[in-house]
């Protein structure tokens, strides 16, 4: 399994993960919005965590920077 998640991406999808378990925790969503977001949320941080995401494989695309060197 190749990584397809650049660094920035992964601190974009950890952040906003921690964001809404932030906002989750304070009271400020609840409910249905919360279910949704807190799916969505694990998602980008499983994605964040492991540097790949299977959507952008399946549709081509790939934050890393280019490797010159080979």
């Not at 650049?6 to 601190?11: A, K, L, N, Q, Y």
């Not at 249905?32 to 549709?59: H, N, Q």
Request: net charge neutral; glycine share 12%.
């Amino acid at each position: 399994m190749d990584t397809n998640v650049g660094t920035i991406d992964r601190i974009l999808r950890i952040g906003s993960a921690l964001a809404v378990a932030a906002l989750y925790a304070g009271g400020v969503i609840s409910g249905t919005w919360a279910l949704v977001l807190g799916v969505v949320s694990g998602v980008l941080l499983l994605t964040g965590m492991v540097s790949f995401c299977p959507l952008y494989r399946l549709i081509g695309v790939s934050t890393c920077p280019v490797d010159t060197t080979a």
